[in-house]
Nanobody, 126 residues
Framework: QVQLVESGGGLVQAGGSLRLSCAASGRTFSTYAMGWFRQAPGKEREFVAAITWGAGSTYYADSVQGRFTISRDNAKNTVYLQMNSLKFEDTAVYYC???????????????????WGQGTQVTVSS
């Protein structure tokens, strides 16, 4: 299993920026892709962005396209989520996830991911 630890969450004003980090350890060699999901109070966990570990292909939810950027540093086994132009509706607990196998061209389903971090709170003030 891959162990994931998120960091970088906090409180920001609307329109501001924040960068989340996800440090991976353990069986990272088996990881095909990394994803970011978020869950707001009373809502289901939703897909935010994903990146393949090798090629660095990226995928984004429509709600964050153009504002968020996912990237990775292979040498550090770390994935980042740069969040710009933050909105109040971006407020949620953000989770990092690791996907071990290909299986499908979709990246936005939670069941596709095998390992999850503990989450980091992002709060955007209106």
């Amino acid at each position: 299993q891959v162990q994931l630890v998120e960091s970088g969450g906090g409180l920001v004003q609307a329109g501001g920026s924040l960068r989340l980090s996800c440090a991976a350890s353990g069986r990272t060699f088996s990881t095909y892709a990394m994803g970011w999901f978020r869950q707001a109070p009373g809502k289901e966990r939703e897909f935010v962005a994903a990146i393949t570990w090798g090629a660095g292909s990226t995928y984004y939810a429509d709600s964050v396209q153009g504002r968020f950027t996912i990237s990775r540093d292979n040498a550090k086994n770390t994935v980042y989520l740069q969040m710009n132009s933050l909105k109040f509706e971006d407020t949620a607990v953000y989770y990092c996830a690791a996907r071990a196998h290909y299986g499908t061209t979709r990246y936005d389903f939670t069941y596709l991911y095998d390992s999850w971090g503990q989450g980091t709170q992002v709060t955007v003030s209106s």
